[in-house]
């Protein structure tokens, strides 16, 4: 049975070329929300854009600066533990929030093949 | 121009030479379709067969050659089959005429778009925007998961969905989807965006779940702001991206 449950989609926009300790800050996010048991993150990294700085984001021969987004879907309770975290994380880049409603799929009887 | 959905097959058997007003009654009926504004018509030739005077035309034997049995197919809506019909009735003086109900996968024409005001135009609004989180090496009976659910819905006529690959992710499986050294061992994330009228959206997800083994589907409000050709071009929403 199908069962659609609200939930809170995540998405967070920065740099490809943006650090946290030494490691890119996607990597450093993903590894972030799989210690804070959440339940999924997934990054695209997009052509091109701008955000804040107003500084086009795209890739250079060199310098890896696309744009990238993680998007995060979990409950609300669960995405206000994370928020705080990432806040402090990211120096630059914008985080928003829509509601969203989700279906999670396990069909271990459709078998693949 | 034929639609999609339910129509008329009519398949008329006739004689290869049986006349028609000092032609061929099978160009005969081709000619009166074609003014008649059929989408299309085919006539094929029998190798062999007989009718309702029970002689075998056969292309074995040169004395039976003569009489061949032909088929003419044509397939329109039922309102057209029913303008056509008594004049078909009449025409066919030694034959066979059928007409059963049949269904319209696809129209397709190579030279001309589908025309600009589609169904889709009245999309235009409120409108259900749908994710689908899965792993690029989720297979579909042998294909990759996300070309199959592409394939699945231009098949339903969704207005439009978009599959976007992952650079980084971890989900439903628990394991880091994460591009390997080789190029062809990847298991990246992969999400499918798709936009329709929450009544299309609603049934597509049911398609695509039982599809699905694994992963999540997630279901948001937008709003559409342009369509080109029945398509949505750009949204924009609460949630979009």
Known sequence: ???????????????????????PLYEAIVHRCKELKIAGATVFRGLEGYGETAEIHRHHLIRKDQPIVVTIVDTEENLKRLIPEVEEMMDTGMIATSDVEYVRIENPATAAG | MLQKGTAKKVTIFINEDTQHHLSSLCDSILTFLLHKGVSGATATRAMAGFGAHHEMHTTKIEVLTQHLPVRIEFIESAEKVDELMPTLYDMVTDGLIEVHDTQIIKVATKERPAPPLGPHTELKGKARLMRIYMGESDKWRGEPLFEAILKRLRLMDIAGATVYRGILGYGAKGHTHKSGLLPFSRDLPVMISVVDSEEKVTKAMSEIESMMQDGIIVLSDVDVVRLVHGRPAMESSNANG
């Open chain 1, 1 to 23: 049975m199908r069962t659609v449950k609200p939930a809170k989609l995540l998405r967070l926009h920065f740099g490809e070329g943006e650090q946290y300790r030494g490691k």
